[in-house]
């Protein structure tokens, strides 16, 4: 099973600052077969990127996505109030899994 | 615009079963992988596995075949997931989601679509 590991485990950042998270992969990943949620609570999860750098539908242009092999990066060029949730990796390489998420929390 | 509603929460004794189901609404049912996700309080995801509704045939998570079945009623746009053999560590959310899949030879297998979500509590 690939097992993918989510850093950090809590990013503490005002409205406007950049956002940067990680997630490794036990084994490599083929470069389109990774994706990226957005959860709030109580709330279902919602489909950010796939295809390891490519936006869903009606996903603003502040949230990027790159990566390859082992290492995929989620970044949030300026921070909107809305934005503050917990965020998940998924691969689809091999089966599917989820990493544990980051939780990015106002300052 | 599609959308997944699934049944109410649950409450079960350990050693027995629950089925949990999933109505489709606004796509094409049979043409998308309806899959189930499962989220432990304060926990992470697990994909436990998913079916096509027009082929018809699930395929499982390692973790839990034998345990689970999902299956599919094309005629109600409905897919179903039961856990048998219950036990307190499968208390979570149960969500089904459906699957982008493939187009033109390029497949994403990460879920566009989500359900509400259905509380399972198993209790001893």
């Known amino acids: 099973e690939i097992v993918l590991t989510q850093s950090p485990g809590t990013l503490s950042l005002s409205p406007g600052e950049r956002a940067t998270l990680s997630c490794r992969a036990s084994q490599s990943v083929s470069s389109t077969s990774l994706g990226w949620y957005q959860q709030k609570p109580g709330q279902a999860p919602r489909l950010l990127i796939y295809?390891?750098?490519t936006r869903a539908a009606g996903i603003p242009d502040r949230f990027s996505a790159s990566g390859s092999g082992t290492h995929f990066t989620l970044t949030i060029s300026r921070l909107e109030p809305e934005d503050f949730a917990v965020y998940y990796c998924q691969q689809y390489d091999t089966s599917r899994t989820f990493g544990q998420g980051t939780k990015v929390e106002i300052k | 615009q599609v959308q997944l509603v699934q049944s109410g929460a649950e409450v079960r004794r350990a050693g027995s079963s629950v089925k949990v189901s999933c109505k489709a609404s606004?796509?094409?049912?049979?043409?998308?992988?309806i899959t189930w996700v499962r989220q432990a309080p304060g926990q992470g995801f697990e994909w436990m596995g998913g079916?096509?509704?027009?082929?018809?045939?699930?395929n499982y998570a390692l973790k839990f075949q034998g345990r689970v079945t999902i299956t599919a009623d094309d005629s109600k746009s409905t897919v179903y997931m039961e856990l048998i053999s219950l036990r307190s560590e499968d208390t979570a959310v149960y969500y089904c989601?459906?699957?982008?899949?493939?187009?033109?030879?390029?497949?994403?297998?990460?879920?566009?679509?989500w359900g509400q979500g259905s509380l399972v509590t198993v209790s001893s």
């Open positions: 295809g390891a750098s």
């Open positions: 079916i096509i509704p027009i082929f018809g045939t699930a």
């Open positions: 606004g796509g094409t049912f049979g043409n998308y992988a």
């Open positions: 989601a459906r699957e982008m899949g493939c187009f033109s030879g390029d497949c994403h297998f990460v879920f566009d679509y």
